[in-house]
């Protein structure tokens, strides 16, 4: 059992992308299976997959929304925000202002859901925060940049909204942690998708070496594409392989230990987990307890992401993702 | 295929007195405001469309294709089909047709990044 005054469990209906992206549910029907299957009762929802009228949601949806939730009994813990700068491709990024106001349309929506916090991300340059946090505290909602690969603890822009976030000094902001920055190996489910889909195992062993090697993951994925296309790989192969740049990188699993502090919500990225309770990639038993013992008390959310590239049951996957996580926990 | 890769829609290809209508699925998990969604192109049959008068509709609005690098404040909801209005292209319902399109995502807060995705599909007209 978890400890009560530890780490919470639940889920973001993100893991369920295909489910959703299918059709096989609406949006009330989902919860009500979430909450069926006993996978919250905290969630997550990105705004902008399910929620149409993201990033202005009427007060009337807002209504919808919590009727649903008061009738599921799940608890709407965090709203990812997305901080779209690049609206025209190859164009510069919107104005500051436009950024700033992009965000707060978001924030609002959120609070009135009934959301306790956001999920932001780096693409929001780090001098536009002081423009954000008041109005954030205004409303009553917190924010947490989510830490996602190929950014790390170490990371300099990391390291740049550490400095900020000590000079702001204000209890609504903090980190959100995605594992994937900190995967020990590419998941194997993910290398069988690409050799499903045609890709040579020696493109994958390039893969795997470059992968591993120091350097920013456009760089890397730079560097994979032009010896593939040097050496006769098919263009939408590398493209399948080159995903493992861009949502994992193999940073030190320990390395999260610096930002436990201010940490306020986890995402529990994973990719595979078998009967063993063993997830493929990404070393959960290195991790947890840095969280568990430095005295988290927030959610952390189960996301599943091998949607990405399989289409195995998303549900069985976070109900084992769940048990490793309490089994690690209650260890 | 996987989810997300899917760009043609499950309502497929319609004959319309406007011309062709496809069904067009928005291959990423999230929606995105229509100016990052290209599409990189359409054949019928083995034959390239032109698409210099072709039209996007979605939820009650219509852009001109080549308009659409403007709309940075229309959604995409991702669960949606939006739909490729081809004023130039005759077909008849009930006629099979091979159809290749392809869509591409400039996902607006990774800068440089753009996914290519192509779907051949033997759709009958509705």
Redesign the interface.
């Known amino acids: 059992m978890t400890n009560p005054t530890g780490p919470q469990m639940g889920v973001t209906l993100y893991s369920f992308t295909n489910e959703w992206l299918t059709r096989q549910f609406e949006l009330p029907g989902l919860m009500r299976e979430v909450a069926r299957r006993n996978l919250g009762p905290n969630i997550e929802i990105i705004g902008f997959q399910n929620f149409k009228e993201f990033p202005d949601v009427s007060d009337d949806f807002a209504a919808q929304f919590k009727d649903l939730i008061a009738e599921t009994g799940l608890n709407p813990v965090s709203c990812a925000i997305n901080s779209d700068r690049f609206l025209k491709p190859g164009q510069q990024p919107i104005d500051d202002a436009s950024l700033i106001e992009y965000h707060k349309r978001q924030l609002r929506s959120a609070k009135k859901m009934g959301f306790s916090l956001v999920r932001y991300q780096f693409a929001l340059p780090v001098e536009l925060l002081p423009e954000i946090a008041p109005y954030a505290e205004d409303i009553g909602i917190r924010m947490g940049v989510e830490v996602h690969a190929p950014m790390w603890a170490g990371h300099p822009a990391v390291q740049a909204y550490a400095e900020m976030y000590d000079k702001l000094n204000t209890p609504v902001l903090g980190w959100i942690p995605d594992f994937g920055g900190t995967a020990s190996r590419i998941p194997e489910s993910m290398l069988n998708a690409a050799r499903a889909a045609g890709a040579a195992e020696s493109l994958l062993d390039k893969l795997k070496e470059v992968w591993l090697e120091p350097g920013m993951s456009h760089e890397k994925a730079g560097r994979l594409r032009e010896w593939a296309l040097a050496n006769g790989h098919a263009p939408l192969h590398i493209q399948s392989a080159s995903l493992a740049f861009f949502i994992l990188s193999n940073n030190d699993p320990k390395s999260w230990a610096a930002l436990v502090d201010r940490t306020i919500h986890i995402h529990g990225k994973f990719y595979g987990v078998g009967e063993d309770l063993v997830e493929e990639a990404i070393d959960y038993a290195t991790i947890l307890p840095l969280f568990r013992d430095g005295g988290f008390t927030g959610t952390i959310v189960s996301e599943w992401e091998g949607h990405a590239y399989c289409t195995v049951d998303a549900f069985e996957q976070v109900e084992r993702h769940q048990a490793m996580c309490r089994k690690i926990l209650a260890g | 295929m996987?989810?997300?890769e899917?760009v043609i829609g499950?309502e497929g290809l319609t004959a319309t007195p406007a011309g062709a209508r496809l069904a067009m699925?928005l291959p990423w998990?999230?929606?995105?405001?229509f100016?990052?969604v290209?599409v990189g192109g359409l054949s019928i049959d083995g034959a390239v469309v032109d698409l210099s008068g072709a039209l996007v509709e979605y939820d009650g609005n219509r852009w001109p294709l080549a308009q659409l690098?403007e709309q940075?404040n229309a959604?995409w909801?991702?669960?949606?089909s939006a739909f490729l209005v081809l004023p130039d292209v005759s077909v008849t319902a009930g006629s099979q047709h091979d159809v290749a399109l392809t869509v591409n995502v400039?996902p607006?807060?990774?800068?440089?990044?753009?996914?290519?995705n192509?779907q051949v599909a033997t759709l009958t007209v509705n």
């Open positions: 996987l989810p997300v899917r499950e699925r998990y999230r929606s995105l405001p100016s990052t290209e690098g940075t959604f909801f991702v669960r949606d400039n607006p807060y990774i800068p440089g990044m753009k996914r290519t192509p």
